[in-house]
């Protein structure tokens, strides 16, 4: 995981320049603080454990926030590094590079997990996807 990790943040590096990789890396620092920080008890339970649920809600929220991130040039590590070099070399949308990069995992994981989640999983990034493109169209 490491090594992939390092490798994307390399091939980023290149082709995004030093300042967009710096505001890369802050986000990819800053979010396990803010989800050791957000959680109960300071917020309340999740409000329904319905896997259709938390999939739409969950992959619109997620997705609202990555927008917002791409937006300003920034991002949480990860695949979000490579959505805008994506979108340059292939012409693609952020949320749709965002969805191939994502999809292509979740496949490769329904071979090996419950299919159903998988589905779910699934359904959450193509929700995902929209709400990027939604924020920055």
């Known amino acids: 995981q490491w090594l992939l990790g ?36 300071l917020l309340p339970a ?3 454990r319905e896997p259709l649920l938390c999939a739409l809600y969950g992959g619109g929220l997620v997705g609202l926030g990555i927008g917002l991130l791409l937006s300003l040039g920034a991002g949480v590590g990860g695949f979000s590094l490579l959505v805008p070099l994506l979108g340059k070399r292939f012409h693609l949308a952020p949320g749709r590079a965002l969805l191939w990069l994502d999809g292509s995992v979740l496949v490769l994981a329904a ?12 359904l959450g990034t193509l929700v995902t996807g ?6 920055l169209t």
């Open 111 to 122: 071979l090996s997990f419950n299919a159903e989640r998988a589905m779910f999983a699934l």
């Open 46 to 48: 999740p409000p329904t």
């Open 130 to 135: 929209r709400a990027v493109d939604f924020v």
């Open 6 to 41: 390092a490798a994307i943040f390399v091939v980023a590096g290149l082709g995004l320049g030093v300042k967009s990789l710096w505001r890369h890396a802050l986000g990819a620092a800053l979010l396990p603080l803010f989800m050791l920080v957000l959680r109960p008890p």
